[in-house]
């Protein structure tokens, strides 16, 4: 059953777990709080990816972009702009972006077409050019800006020029922990009966833990049980460039200084519930960071929230969370300063317990349950002020070339306010037949390809809306799958749904979304192909397993980076290879044991996916396969489209069999990828041979092509032509015309 629509939707647009770091871990725990305090929404998330391979996202992950390609924060927004989110929730960092100063995000907020909240979490008072340039357009371009300070608004209105009125405050959030006796937990980590000071956090030079080993000497003489605890992984980029450095030289310290027995390293990144259980069993919590420009540290607010005592360095975060007695401040770099601090709280324990229960207390409005309504108001905002601009997609401007001149007076004679019908007898629609969804799937993705060479006329760009519309009623939403025929009286009459008439819709959505110029039909198609993508994963024929890797590569034209659709683009193509390797044989490079219709789509499909998946052995398993396909076809060096239904693996070419235009279609499309892939000029003359069977290149000598009416006669038979023009026909060559329009153009 499809899931009913949810009334809203979010795309968080971050860095996301498992990568290691913070923001990773903040935007998981805004996703799980929204999720979890609104049920009704939709919260999708874009992470920034910073390594070549893709992390193991969780499915809440459904696009991502690399870190440094450009294109990438183009296709997001394009991704974005066709998932009907209604607000994007972006965390904004410098360090998490591509580009001088992370401008390639102004990329993708410049062609949104939705509001943007975004979240600041790191704001410079003294910005360098790029820097401030780029925070100046951030400004521009959000409709609502976070900050998690009073001390961070102060600084977007004065040194940014941002509105107050445009500012929300609202705070790091924090998880709900009880508030209990640290010595709960001191066992689990071999640290019971010891006083325990932590530090957590990604392990960098600028955390200032050196002060803190450095100060503890005058503390151990007096409490000889205390025990620093150093928690956390070395920060990632830090760990690519210089390795674990700074980790050893901290060790080394500890070492001159006699503490081993005093400070323990655990040299990891630690999920939710360990970390809760970590600062649980803290005593005392240290923040000793070097700089004052720190807006928010996640840190400090979760071990403040969390109800521990606290000394930390006067950074802005911490001058503002811990005035009024909250915690202690103490000088940068001033470790006979925090060796007295820790000293004296670690004595009055009045005052240590007083200091926690102060901050447990203003904690729970910290809380993630909180911050997420908070978030919500924000995000809801910003729906009532203008959506940002998208972009103007453009298509191919109109080219000259060769071939036949184009009419499309049939294709609209075919067509009503309905959908396209399947036959015609001459050149007169067949009522009686009806409607074929497979047929309309084809006329709305030959549409786009009108579109893209500039050909298409008002009344096919009208048309597009119809076949649309015939594909939306033809959705059966218990399955995701697609009645196959209707009747002139508009009653679906087809006893079970069509493998294949899936796939089929799945590459004309894909088309939509891959190569449509019209903003509005690929917002539409981009949600109609999600909707069927789980279906498409159950069907068990080749076609559509071929036609569902066709739409998916199409789709990929713009949204490249969309996981679910990767995932299952590879799964559709493993089953292509295993049916090659299960059914191929030296004198039998194929995929069955027999060929049948449209049979070159599936090694198109192979070569198609092998190309930009970088699937070595998919590609040469279709390039392989096509040959031998094309070998089969040819007689006395023309080409025949054969009707190829045939088993015991017996040759096709035997004259005796209807020649059908869907053949010479399918081929004509799969040489065209073959050149592309290869730019072996063999695969483009093959193509122009299979496009001129069409024309009178064939064993009659005859043109199935009717440029009088526009349509196509329905197969050439052993000694004359079928003169009906239906929509299967028809179709199949001007979708060859169209292709064959766009690889001369690019000769």
């Given amino acids: 059953m499809i899931a009913r629509k949810p009334s809203e939707k979010i795309a968080l647009v971050c860095d996301y777990l498992p990568r290691k770091c913070g923001i990773a871990t903040f935007s998981h725990d805004v996703h799980d709080a929204i999720v979890g305090q609104f049920p009704h929404v939709d919260c999708m998330v874009v992470p920034v990816t910073d390594v070549p391979e893709s992390y193991d996202y969780p499915p809440e992950v459904r696009f991502e972009i690399a870190e440094r390609e450009l294109k990438g924060y183009r296709r997001a927004a394009d991704f974005i702009n066709f998932s009907d989110a209604q607000v994007v929730s972006l965390q904004h960092e410098f360090g998490l972006f591509g580009g001088n100063a992370g401008s390639h995000i102004l990329t993708l907020m410049r062609e949104?077409?939705?509001?943007?909240?975004?979240?600041?979490?790191?704001?410079?008072?003294?910005?360098?050019?790029?820097?401030?340039?780029?925070?100046?357009?951030?400004?521009?371009?959000?409709?609502?800006?976070?900050?998690?300070?009073?001390?961070?608004?102060?600084?977007?209105?004065?040194?940014?020029?941002?509105?107050?009125d445009r500012i929300d405050v609202v705070p790091h959030?924090?998880?709900?922990?009880?508030?209990?006796?640290?010595?709960?937990?001191?066992?689990?980590?071999?640290?019971?009966?010891?006083?325990?000071?932590?530090?957590?956090?990604?392990?960098?030079?600028?955390?200032?833990?050196?002060?803190?080993?450095?100060?503890?000497?005058?503390?151990?003489?007096?409490?000889?049980?205390?025990v620093y605890v150093i928690l956390g992984?070395?920060?990632?980029?830090?760990?690519?460039?210089?390795?674990?450095a700074y980790?050893?030289?901290?060790?080394?310290?500890?070492?001159?200084?006699?503490?081993?027995?005093?400070?323990?390293?655990?040299?990891?990144?630690?999920?939710?519930?360990?970390?809760?259980?970590?600062?649980?069993?803290?005593?005392?919590?240290?923040?000793?960071?070097?700089?004052?420009a720190?807006?928010?540290?996640?840190?400090?607010?979760?071990?403040?929230?969390?109800?521990?005592?606290?000394?930390?360095?006067?950074?802005?975060?911490?001058?503002?969370l811990l005035s009024d007695g909250r915690g202690v401040l103490v000088p940068f770099r001033d470790s006979k300063k925090l060796s007295r601090e820790i000293a004296a709280l670690m004595k009055d324990e009045v005052r240590r317990h007083s200091m926690r229960k102060q901050a447990y207390l203003l904690g729970r409005d910290m809380i993630w349950s909180n911050v997420a309504h908070m978030l919500m108001d924000s995000f809801r905002k910003a729906r009532l002020g203008p959506a940002s601009r998208g972009r103007k997609l453009k298509a191919l401007d109109k080219?000259?070339?060769?071939?036949?001149?184009?009419?499309?007076?049939?294709?609209?004679?075919?067509?009503?306010?309905?959908?396209?019908?399947?036959?015609?007898?001459?050149?007169?629609?067949?009522?009686?037949?009806?409607?074929?969804?497979?047929?309309?799937?084809?006329?709305?993705?030959?549409?786009?390809?009108?579109e893209e060479t500039g050909d298409g006329t008002a009344r096919t760009q009208s048309l597009a809306g119809t076949f649309g519309g015939f594909l939306n009623h033809a959705l059966i939403p218990e399955t995701g799958r697609f009645h196959e025929?209707?009747?002139?009286?508009?009653?679906?009459?087809?006893?079970?749904?069509?493998?294949?008439?899936?796939?089929?819709?799945?590459?004309?959505?894909?088309?939509?979304?891959?190569?449509?110029?019209?903003?509005?039909?690929?917002?539409?198609?981009?949600?109609?192909?999600?909707?069927?993508?789980?279906?498409?994963?159950?069907?068990?024929?080749?076609?559509?397993?071929?036609?569902?890797?066709?739409?998916?590569?199409?789709y990929f034209r713009r949204l490249t980076g969309d996981r679910k659709a990767e995932r299952l683009r590879g799964v559709l193509t493993e089953r292509l290879l295993e049916a090659y390797r299960v059914h191929s044989k030296e004198n039998w490079p194929w995929f069955e044991n027999e060929l049948s219709y449209s049979a070159a789509r599936l090694p198109h499909a192979l070569i198609l996916s092998g190309r930009w998946s970088g699937n070595k052995a998919a590609l040469e398993a279709g390039l392989k396969s096509l040959r031998w396909l094309m070998n089969t076809l040819t007689e006395a060096g023309d080409f025949r489209a054969f009707s190829l239904t045939s088993t015991n693996r017996k040759p096709m070419n035997q004259p005796h069999r209807d020649q059908m235009p869907a053949e010479a279609c399918a081929a004509i499309s799969a040489c065209i990828e073959a050149f592309q892939a290869t730019e072996d000029a063999k695969w483009r003359d093959e193509a122009r041979k299979a496009f001129g069977w069409f024309l009178g290149r064939n064993s009659l000598g005859e043109s199935l092509y009717d440029p009088t009416t526009g349509g196509c006669c329905d197969a050439l038979h052993v000694d004359r032509r079928?003169?009906?023009?239906?929509?299967?026909?028809?179709?199949?060559?001007?979708?060859?015309?169209?292709?064959?329009?766009?690889?001369?153009?690019?000769?």
């Fill in 485 to 554: 025929h209707l009747s002139f009286e508009r009653q679906w009459r087809d006893a079970a749904e069509s493998d294949d008439t899936l796939g089929a819709v799945v590459w004309a959505l894909g088309t939509c979304v891959g190569r449509s110029g019209s903003p509005g039909l690929q917002r539409w198609a981009s949600q109609l192909f999600n909707q069927a993508l789980p279906a498409l994963n159950s069907t068990e024929t080749p076609r559509a397993w071929a036609l569902g890797v066709l739409g998916l590569q199409e």
């Fill in 112 to 164: 949104l077409r939705i509001p943007i909240v975004t979240t600041l979490h790191t704001i410079l008072d003294e910005p360098k050019p790029a820097y401030r340039r780029v925070m100046k357009e951030i400004v521009k371009l959000s409709s609502r800006l976070i900050v998690m300070s009073d001390r961070g608004r102060e600084i977007m209105e004065s040194t940014y020029g941002a509105h107050s």
């Fill in 247 to 292: 980790r050893r030289s901290l060790e080394k310290k500890v070492s001159k200084l006699g503490l081993e027995k005093h400070v323990v390293f655990f040299n990891r990144f630690v999920g939710q519930q360990e970390l809760q259980e970590f600062i649980g069993a803290a005593d005392l919590y240290v923040t000793p960071y070097l700089h004052r």
């Fill in 399 to 450: 080219r000259d070339d060769p071939l036949p001149p184009l009419e499309l007076a049939h294709l609209e004679r075919l067509s009503d306010h309905t959908g396209i019908f399947h036959n015609a007898i001459h050149c007169v629609p067949d009522f009686a037949q009806g409607y074929r969804t497979l047929d309309n799937a084809f006329a709305l993705r030959l549409t786009v390809l009108l």
């Fill in 722 to 747: 079928n003169l009906n023009q239906g929509a299967e026909s028809t179709l199949a060559f001007l979708m060859a015309f169209q292709e064959m329009r766009l690889m001369e153009a690019e000769a």
């Fill in 233 to 244: 992984a070395t920060h990632p980029v830090l760990q690519r460039t210089v390795g674990e």
């Fill in 173 to 226: 959030g924090i998880p709900d922990m009880p508030f209990v006796d640290p010595n709960f937990y001191k066992d689990q980590f071999g640290i019971e009966g010891r006083r325990v000071i932590l530090t957590f956090g990604l392990i960098n030079p600028n955390k200032g833990i050196e002060y803190v080993i450095q100060a503890l000497p005058d503390v151990v003489k007096l409490f000889p049980d205390v």
């Fill in 294 to 320: 720190q807006i928010t540290s996640g840190a400090l607010a979760y071990a403040f929230g969390c109800g521990k005592a606290v000394i930390s360095t006067p950074y802005w975060h911490a001058e503002e």
